[in-house]
């Protein structure tokens, strides 16, 4: 039996769920968030809780087990309380601006790089070098905080270009002189 998918789900006061047939709906003050339940899955909502359970032990369906149980976890804790990424941009005249529905940053390149900001993600700037992502999906915010990070991954030598906050660079030595 999964430890993780035997684990009930506690539900706050301010969250409704909604089941149809395979769709899981979850609603709470931040927003709503729906998912397909895979087949050979159970949900069952319990005053106050959600027990997932599957329907035999196919290795599909145990393989599926803790993960469905983990999304639905993550679907109520972010309507509730919503999600954050935070990325740190490293070097010399490197920096990031909002402009409406854009994130511009410049690194380096010849050019600004424009990110257009996905819906259901907000992103604020902080000192022009901390970018802060918000979103109730949890997926979607790690990927935008993914593909902002791709534009200029943080090289090994001087550690320039963005990093997870917290993340940490193993730095290499450089050339050394002639000896």
Do not use: C, W
Not at 55 to 81: P, Q, Y
């Amino acid at each position: 039996m999964s430890r993780i998918g035997k684990k009930p789900i506690e539900v706050p006061d301010n969250v409704k769920i909604r089941q149809d047939n395979s769709i899981m709906e979850v609603t709470g003050p931040k927003g709503t968030l729906s998912m397909d339940v895979p087949g050979g899955i159970e949900v069952i909502l319990d005053n106050g809780s959600i027990i997932v359970k599957r329907r035999s032990d196919d290795r599909k369906e145990r393989s599926l087990h803790g993960l469905v149980r983990t999304l639905i976890a993550n679907m109520v804790t972010g309507v509730t309380s919503g999600f954050e990424k935070t990325l740190e941009i490293t070097g010399v005249g490197y920096r990031a601006e909002v402009k409406g529905n854009t994130l511009s940053l410049l690194l380096g390149f010849s050019h600004p790089v424009e990110y257009k900001i996905p819906d259901g993600i907000s992103i604020k700037v902080d000192k022009q070098v901390i970018v802060a992502i918000f979103g109730i999906d949890k997926d979607l915010v790690g990927r935008v905080a993914a593909e902002i990070r791709s534009f200029k991954k943080p090289e090994p030598y001087k550690g320039k270009g963005i990093k997870y906050s917290g993340e940490y660079i193993r730095r290499k030595v450089g050339k050394s002189a002639g000896v």
